[in-house]
Structures are given as structure tokens and as C-alpha cells.
Nanobody
């Protein structure tokens, strides 16, 4: 599975960005998908995940209510809409795929994901 993230860039605090992730998997519909981020000097952390069909979603407390994860199984895409951005959201954002899961699962641990994209930089200025 190959994952290609895009959509990062520079935003002002309070602004919005939308990240996209294109997946190459033929059975994309059977992967749980997640977004993680890593700021300089920090460990990679969970941001959001979505189950196979998109019904179940999971968010980190730090982004709940501001970020929205969604997926389009017909086009092998997953998105992260980020609103009300804060400077502390600055990080490299990674999309990830988990094939060893069951319908409805929304994994939130780095080690649960087998496939990772290359990352896209998000910088939020104050």
C-alpha cells in the first residue's frame, strides 16, 4: 500500500487547511485510516482515525471539535479538515493505514498502523 499525503502549508492561527491522502490499495475499503503528526523534538502522536466505512471516528482531545476526518472509498482518499488552527498544530502530518483491523475499529496507536505516507508540513503562525 502506498500513501501520498498533500495539502499542507502555511496558515494563520484561526485559519483552516485540508489535508488529503491518496491510497493505492485495491481493498482500501477494508483499511482503517489515521492521521498522525510529529513536531520537532517530539514523538509522533495520534490526531484522528476513521473506520472502514467511515461511520466511526476517533480524535485526539487536542483536536476534537476543530478537526474532521473523512474518507471516500470510491476514490481511495482520506481527508483531514483542520479548522481554528493553533500554533501548536504545527507539525509534519502523516496519513497511515491499518490492514489488521475489524470493521468499526478506530485505532489510535502508532504501532497499529502498517503503512505510512511521506508526511506533509503544516505550519501555523500566531
Amino acid at each position: 500500500v502506498q500513501l501520498q499525503a498533500s495539502g499542507g502549508g502555511l496558515a494563520q492561527a484561526g485559519g483552516s487547511l485540508e489535508l488529503s491522502c491518496a491510497a493505492s490499495a485495491h481493498t482500501f475499503y477494508s483499511y482503517a485510516m489515521g492521521w498522525f503528526r510529529q513536531a520537532p523534538g517530539k514523538e509522533r502522536e495520534f490526531v484522528a482515525s476513521v473506520s472502514w466505512g467511515g461511520r466511526n471516528k476517533n480524535y485526539a482531545d487536542s483536536v476534537r471539535g476543530r478537526f474532521t476526518i473523512s474518507r471516500d472509498n470510491a476514490n481511495n482518499m482520506v481527508y483531514l479538515r483542520m479548522n481554528r488552527l493553533k500554533p501548536e498544530d504545527t507539525a509534519v502530518y502523516y496519513c497511515a493505514a491499518d490492514e489488521n483491523t475489524v470493521s468499526g475499529a478506530v485505532p489510535d496507536l502508532v504501532q497499529q498502523y502498517e503503512y505510512w505516507g511521506q508526511g506533509t508540513q503544516v505550519t501555523v503562525s500566531s
